[in-house]
């Protein structure tokens, strides 16, 4: 009886270590590191669903205004502080530069919800002012419901910064200097379902403070949560990386205490690098396509849900859902990434996106073929059926995205000497992923001057160019995963002679 229950016991350990395989003497080491990314990502989605809820349901306002935004906003400011981190970096240590970075974003947050946001109606140019100016220039209207909400856009600013600096940048350069490429097989994974599982419990927070409240509310748990991430990250570096358990995986680098190279050196480096330069063109190409696709569905859902508070009820629900399915998307990829390697586990998100979005922009351009399936699914609105069809494509697309995309990339800075690591991460996740996005509304504003027109008008343009992304993206990823694993045995022969 007892050798059945050893037997069995032995079963459950294993079950449980194919499910999570972290041994326990690692769990100090996992643990605050899953948590830290898990209140990253956790902050990431709580700043965007209320970033996007003040702005597009801003008066006059509206998701052409905000492709203005990211162009002519979001990019410079993103150049810009990824040329500050990387001089800050030649002079601080990562440890000084992770914590003034974080505390001046935590900071900004605090200004907003205690001086900025209740005095906003106050700041903000009224109404009739910008619906004026609008007419007047009407070549360059989108322009004034940015500058009308100065302050929201301001915080859709910040939180744009916290998803490419904060999380893109510090997080994993932080991890990936400190976890090592067997590591960071095992440990990768279980992030990505952190990453769902904060997702998801964003969406249940959003629900539980829905109101006129819910900007002021999440305002308050983004300030709590960015203060125990700052701890985490002291835990890691005063008790946890001292010992040598657990650095013993993490391959020897010559690391330099100061970083020699500049930003723009850094740049011209890159472009020297076909590896870096096949990685950026994978984020270039998912920043695209996620915007082309955004856009368009989120013009969509304002148009059917042009209230404040029933928008953020509409992101609270897809914060939900995007998180259960991360859930099991996150199961999947770890069996993919283990039985089927790296270039198997790249190719899912690009695939899914390219499928997902033909659907969606094919049920806009050809709603008649569509009409038979809306009304079986018991949609008797074009616009409800457009909207939730275009939700579903949008979440398969960044589920897939934090599953497969995200720790396939991180993996393939790991094999890079230090100095290319830095300077790659702060070029092709700073500045390539924004570039992909600001492209993207670039081709967008064009378009819009082009067509004298809307989403609807510039749809099949837009179908055309997300065709183009998925062969340049498909293409280098094929490219790049022979690079990958050229670098990842040229380190295991490396590591093996220093042995």
Not at 58 to 76: N, Q, R
Request: charge should be positive; glycine fraction near 6%.
């Amino acid at each position: 009886m007892n050798t059945e229950n050893s037997n069995y016991m032995l079963k459950l350990a294993d079950i449980g270590y194919a499910i999570l395989p972290i041994e326990r003497w690692e769990y100090k080491k996992f643990l605050p590191f899953a948590l830290m990314i898990g209140i990253t990502v956790f902050n990431f989605t709580m700043l965007r669903n209320m970033k996007d809820t003040l702005v597009l349901t801003a008066p006059e306002s509206g998701a052409e205004a905000v492709t203005y935004l990211k162009t002519l906003g979001v990019l410079p400011i993103v150049i810009l502080c990824s040329a500050l981190y990387v001089r800050l970096r030649k002079n601080v240590s990562f440890e000084r530069s992770y914590n003034l970075i974080v505390s001046m974003f935590l900071s900004f947050i605090a200004v907003f919800i205690f001086v900025l946001y209740p005095n906003a109606q106050s700041l903000h140019m009224s109404p009739e002012s910008v619906a004026a100016l609008k007419v007047a220039y009407p070549r360059i209207q989108f322009i004034f419901p940015i500058i009308g909400v100065w302050t929201y856009s301001l915080f859709y600013i910040v939180a744009e910064l916290w998803s490419s600096i904060c999380l893109s940048v510090l997080f994993w350069q932080f991890a990936n200097d400190n976890i090592g490429t067997e590591e960071a097989k095992r440990f990768y994974p279980p992030f990505l379902f952190v990453n769902a599982l904060a997702t998801f419990l964003v969406g249940l927070a959003l629900k539980s403070v829905s109101g006129p409240s819910v900007i002021e509310s999440g305002c308050y748990i983004i300030l709590c949560a960015g203060v125990f991430m700052l701890f985490l990250f002291r835990f890691l570096n005063k008790q946890v990386l001292v010992e040598p358990k657990y650095t013993q995986y993490v391959a020897p680098r010559k690391k330099k205490s100061k970083i020699k190279k500049g930003f723009v050196e850094s740049m011209k480096q890159l472009v020297a690098s076909p590896y870096i330069g096949y990685l950026s063109l994978l984020i270039l190409s998912y920043g695209m396509s996620i915007n082309l696709i955004e856009v368009s569905w989120k013009s969509a859902a304002l148009k059917y849900y042009p209230a404040h508070e029933d928008y953020m009820a509409m992101m609270a629900d897809y914060s939900i859902i995007t998180g259960l399915t991360g859930l099991v998307l996150v199961i999947i990829s770890k069996t993919v990434l283990r039985k089927y390697g790296w270039l198997a586990c790249a190719l899912v998100t690009p695939i899914i996106i390219t499928l997902t979005s033909f659907g969606y922009f094919s049920s806009q351009l050809f709603p008649g073929a569509f009409e038979p399936w809306m009304l079986a699914a018991g949609f008797t609105s074009p616009l409800a059926f457009t909207v939730s069809f275009g939700m579903l494509g949008v979440i398969l697309s960044k589920s897939s995205k934090y599953s497969f995309f995200d720790p396939t990339k991180e993996m393939a800075y790991i094999p890079l000497d230090y100095e290319l690591r830095i300077s790659g991460k702060a070029a092709a996740d700073g500045v390539g992923g924004r570039l992909g996005k600001s492209g993207a509304s670039w081709l967008q504003m064009m378009l819009y001057a082009i067509v004298a027109g809307g989403q609807a008008e510039i749809m099949p343009f837009l179908t055309i160019a997300l065709a183009a992304l998925s062969v340049i993206w498909i293409t280098s990823a094929f490219r790049l995963s022979a690079m990958y694993e050229d670098a990842v045995q040229k380190q295991a022969e490396e590591d093996a002679v220093s042995a």
